[in-house]
């Protein structure tokens, strides 16, 4: 069983659509998270939400907004699409809202985004 | 702003020898660090992690070390096993707000040879 699912994995688009990444886990956790890891290679979070509730939202476009439909999905809805949106995207989970003190964070295994 | 940094992109190793991977941070306000581990293909998982108030933390083959006052640390393995070859990941972790978001490093691929 997969604790923490993303679909798709690969996702190949034109610049101006618009996407969407699916995350869902079956951890029984409450907050979940997403994270792009650029061509740099840098992991960088962008939003949390703890029982549906956002909690973390960092300076990212507001071309991406993430909804959260229940505790256990986390879906990343993506606007006009730009070149620069090309990279992996990332879902995790953690029990609490604490999940930089210790309180795992379990990821997905990524969605390899490309915007042409 | 590179908070977290990994200088070494990558290393080698030979099987049962200690790998020694390196991390430095900039931000005071860390507290909590953590060692991720990524098999390619795979999302990131959790390996280790040490909090400000101790300077050493072992589980097994793998020890964090942390030097404050360098604003450094370091994860050993001992012995380096070729299923170790990954991704390896240092993050960071500030009181911001009242939640805990983790700042990560940039990687640096080990590789255990046989």
């Known amino acids: 069983d997969t604790a923490v699912s993303q679909t798709p994995k690969y996702l190949v688009t034109q610049m101006g659509n618009d996407k969407s990444i699916k995350c869902e886990q079956n951890?029984?956790?409450?907050?979940m998270y997403w994270y792009k890891q650029d061509s740099k290679k840098f992991l960088k979070i962008m939003f949390s939400?703890?029982?549906?509730?956002?909690?973390i939202n960092e300076t990212v476009p507001n071309r991406f907004s993430p909804k959260s439909p229940d505790k256990a999905h986390l879906n990343l809805h993506i606007n006009s699409l730009e070149l620069g949106d090309s990279a992996v995207y990332f879902c995790?989970?953690?029990?609490?809202?604490?999940?930089?003190?210790?309180?795992?964070?379990?990821f997905g295994p990524g969605t390899r985004l490309l915007v042409l | 702003d590179q908070q977290v940094k990994q200088n070494s992109p990558s290393l080698s190793v030979q099987e049962g020898r200690i790998s020694i991977l390196n991390c430095d941070y900039t931000?005071?306000?860390?507290?909590?660090f953590l060692w991720y581990k990524k098999y390619p293909a795979e999302g990131p998982t959790f390996l280790i992690s040490?909090?400000?108030?101790?300077d050493k933390n072992e589980d097994g083959r793998f020890t964090v070390f942390l030097n404050k006052s360098a604003k450094h640390l370091s994860l050993h393995i001992v012995p380096s096993q070729p299923g170790d070859s990954a991704v390896y990941f240092c993050?960071?972790?500030?009181?911001?707000?009242?939640?805990?978001?983790?700042?990560f490093g940039k990687g640096t691929l080990l590789t255990v040879n046989p």
């Open positions: 951890l029984g956790h409450d907050t």
């Open positions: 040490i909090s400000s108030i101790k």
């Open positions: 993050a960071a972790s500030a009181r911001a707000s009242s939640n805990y978001k983790l700042t």
């Open positions: 931000n005071s306000m860390f507290d909590y």
């Open positions: 995790a989970s953690s029990q609490g809202s604490l999940g930089g003190r210790g309180e795992t964070q379990y």
């Open positions: 939400y703890n029982n549906k509730e956002l909690i």
